[in-house]
């Protein structure tokens, strides 16, 4: 009975009679169908490249997630923690982590010549994955790897605000936790441009060391030698910067604890040392006087030695404002955060997830899903009327033939099941259209970039068009579903026609 019932739905299909109404009211519903599931994939296509493109930006300035000491809160003013490799080595072992990073940020103030700016300096090292600043790169370079460079790469709307051109010098001032102001002078080495205003007005790109060595976060020591010289004793002394102060030194060639100065006699080739430390245990730095005896006779003379002055670089470079993680799957954000949650409970850090650093703007993207459920919702109703009224429409033409084929003994359901798989036809069509026209003007747009977008306005300077493949099948299978099933509703007409009366007005 199924293969009667297909055999006659095909037939139908295949009717070619010029005379029926039904024709151009199967044409507009086939068409209604295309268009409906059409916008229902470009709306699907553009929402999520749009909330794709925002959110990979949003994630640009700050991974999706960062991993700090516990008494940070959501300022943009790292506090200084000391570099484990273990933690390093912990995060990057968990599922799902592309990429771990260090960084830190300094709010601040840039100074050019025409004004200035508040902005928030972040500072980033080797480690740091550079394809989202190497994507939205307008003018010049990425910084160079060189701690000591002094390079800043800053935003299209700062360098038009204050007007800056690359390789020009600017300003930055910092202020300590004493409200101590620091300057740098930087040269622009490169110029971004993401279109998100509210980031690009505020980040400017710095190395790492920058920000350690402006925050005083390790110690520095200083070593000075006295110019005056009594015979072979030099005069050494000893400066310490950063840290929290109430420093003390421990010297090499003496059991003191003071910066000096120091009187000491030099008979052979020798080195001598000044560890600095702090009351807070911040990890100390050394300072290193070598003298070379160049003339070997007694008595020794200043002239006869030699000397030169080091340190060991400053522990500036021990201490970082947080590790960032970046994750191969934003889908993976909750399961990886339970992960982390897990790994670093006693190891007294806390990790923040990018929604909870920007909760408006990830909200608001998620408020763009309630778009397109509606325009779901509304594409389907429509494809629903406008296949009710085709259908009823071909039933009442087929009267005559649903009233011989209850003469012939067909049962009502049979006949429902035949007008539905002829319905069932019309939709399929319908959606294949609706498929061809979606997908290839989403394509056409994916591959040109066709519809331009004011930057201002939307962020971005062209629709962007996600693919999201299972999505799409799963939406042509739930819209023929429903469609077939409110077919339902008006095939049950067929009950109502009664065989005699059928077959006697054909």
Known sequence: MVQLAQFIAQRIARSDD???????IVRIATW???VGVALMLLSLAVVQGFQEEIR?????????????????????????LAFDPAIDSILRAIPGVRNVQTFASKPGILETDLGIQGI??????????TTFLKGNLKEGRLLTGHPDSMEVMISSYLAKRLGVRLHQKVSVY???????????????????????EDFDRQIIFVHMRHIQRLSGWGLRAEGIIDSVCYGNQFVLGSLAFGGEGDYQWQWSCDDVTDEGPHFVEITSDTTITAIVHDEAHTRPDTVFFDFEIQDQAPPLDCSDITY???????????????????????????????????????????????????????????????NVIIIIVLMIVISIVNMTSALLIIILERQAMIGTLKAMGIHDQLVMHIFVRHAGRIIGKGILMGNFIGLGIALLQHTTGLFALNPENYYLDHVPISFDWLTYVMLNLATLVICLLSMLLPARYITKISPVKAMRFS
């Open 18 to 24: 010029r005379k029926q109404i039904s024709k151009p």
């Open 32 to 34: 209604g169908i295309a």
């Open 56 to 80: 990979n930006k949003v994630i640009g300035f700050g991974s999706h997630f960062q991993v700090t000491a516990t008494d940070r809160t959501y300022s943009k003013d790292s506090q200084k």
């Open 120 to 129: 928030v300096a972040k500072g980033i090292g080797a480690d740091y994955d």
């Open 174 to 196: 910092v202020f300590t936790e004493n409200a101590d102001p620091r300057q740098r002078n930087f040269k622009v080495c490169g110029i971004y441009d993401t279109g998100l």
């Open 308 to 370: 030169t002055i080091h340190t060991s670089g400053g522990s500036d470079r021990y201490y970082i404002g947080g590790y960032e993680v970046l994750l191969e799957n934003y889908n993976e954000l909750i399961a990886t955060d339970d992960a982390m949650f897990a790994q670093l409970t006693s190891k007294f850090l806390q990790t923040q997830k990018i929604t909870d650093r920007h909760p408006e703007i990830f909200s608001w993207l998620k408020m763009l899903d309630i």
